[in-house]
């Protein structure tokens, strides 16, 4: 099985603070489906710059999008 870096990721949600983000990744985890978190904050040293840019972003596999979406209990979206 091919590791997340060698897949195409897709952004299924963004959240405000990293907090939130974490809980989602560990539902997402729980649920078995691989995710990863993305943001800029510097290298953790500036987390304020990420809430004025992408936010935290939640990032799984294409293929994962719409289950991802059912746990984190979003709307279904189509991809673009």
């Known amino acids: ?42 290298g953790g040293m500036r987390p304020h710059i990420a809430w004025a840019g992408d936010g935290f972003q939640i990032l799984v596999r294409e293929d994962d999008v719409a289950a991802a979406r059912e746990v984190l209990n979003l709307p279904a979206k189509q991809i673009p």
């Open 1 to 42: 099985m091919a590791s997340m870096y060698d897949e195409e990721l897709v952004v299924v949600h963004t959240f405000s603070s990293q907090s939130e983000a974490d809980v989602a990744r560990s539902a997402l985890d729980a649920a078995g489906i691989g995710s990863m978190i993305q943001a800029d904050t510097v």
